[in-house]
């Protein structure tokens, strides 16, 4: 069939194996190109360069390709629509979320799954190209990211927070104690920064700082117990977006000082791609997500006072992970 020789072309562009490809699909590998091989004659194209190994695909194969994934994405969407008519809703529902917008989406999965508990969730973070390009080639069904930019992208869309930063710092060290922090003081004092292709910031939070004075220590890690570790000294303080304050709440070590001023951060909404025919698990997902009982929760922990003393650091460990996922 169409569709199975599609598939090993969908899993040799992946592998770039024919033997891992075929493996992938639980056939031989004369089995997997010889499948190609007639996909190639159908279209009366070649697909896969020649050559005792994979050395690529084709422009025309690329095109295929594209074809290919959508028309797995739309097969998926098929039997998500069948098993809906029969009154149940199950499937798989893949969400992007944004590296920095981790801590906090447990607010929104959680109920999601006490309404659904027949559907599992692939909850994939990264940075904002990375959304972007999942969304346009259908890798995610909801993305938690950027919103402003793109509202075409979009057939629904929620803003939930403008970002903001804040100073991490310990008690009794650097600004201990401060209501706000100006940009510039953070210039005059050591500090532990995640570097540019983390896109934890803002580019424009990279160029307000700028270099560090001489003599004045500049830090930059992508693992987040080294930055933790430096902070801890109680010598170096670090910048970080603001669901920060799920790192420090309840913990006696650390402070978070919001940062005074804006730097245009963006927007950070949850999004519903629009699509000829979009997911009814993204739209069940995005209606029980703004909810007003959800987003009750959800602007709760954005209020820097009563969220530090309501929440617990549990979830550390995967804006950890999250984070260095990317790096």
């Known amino acids: 069939m169409l569709a199975r020789k599609l ?6 562009a992946k592998e770039e194996h024919f033997a891992r490809a075929a493996a992938v699909c639980n056939v031989s590998q004369p089995a997997l190109s010889a499948g190609i091989h007639q996909l190639e004659q159908e279209l009366g194209i070649q697909i896969v360069k020649r050559g005792q190994r994979f050395h690529g695909l084709t422009e025309q194969g690329y095109v295929v390709l594209n074809w290919a994934q959508r028309m797995e994405v739309e097969c998926r969407r098929l ?3 069948l098993r809906d008519t029969s009154g149940e809703l199950n499937g798989t529902l893949r969400i992007g979320v944004l590296n920095s917008s981790t801590p906090f989406i447990s ?6 799954s006490e309404r659904f508990p ?21 890798v995610y069904d909801i993305a938690i990211s950027f919103i402003q930019d793109a509202p075409s992208r979009y057939l629904r869309s929620h803003k939930l927070y403008s970002q903001r930063y804040y100073v991490l710092t310990m008690k009794g060290g650097n600004f201990s104690g401060r209501e706000s922090v100006e940009w510039d003081e953070l210039k005059q004092v050591p500090l532990c920064l995640y570097p540019p292709e983390t896109h934890i910031f803002a580019p424009d939070v990279y160029e307000v700082l700028g270099t560090s004075p001489a003599g004045v220590a500049r830090l930059e890690t992508n693992n987040m117990f080294v930055l933790l570790d430096h902070v801890r000294s109680g010598k170096i303080v670090s910048l970080l977006p603001m669901p920060v304050l799920f790192m420090v709440a309840g913990n006696s070590e650390f402070e978070a000082i919001p940062l005074a001023g804006v730097i245009s951060g963006g927007y950070i909404g949850i999004g519903l791609p629009n699509r000829e025919t979009p997911s009814p698990l993204a739209e069940s997902f995005f209606n029980i997500a703004t909810s007003s009982q959800v987003l009750s929760k959800f602007h709760e922990f954005c209020k820097p006072k009563s969220s530090l ?3 617990t ?3 550390l460990p995967t804006y950890i992970s999250s984070i260095e996922q990317k790096s």
């Open 7 to 12: 598939e090993y072309l969908i899993a040799l």
């Open 79 to 81: 039997h998500q629509e």
């Open 313 to 315: 650091p549990h979830m």
């Open 107 to 112: 607010i929104f999965t959680l109920p999601f």
């Open 309 to 311: 003393a309501a929440l």
């Open 118 to 138: 027949n559907v599992n969730l692939r909850v994939i973070s990264g940075s904002p190209f990375d959304i972007q390009q999942g969304i346009e080639d259908m």
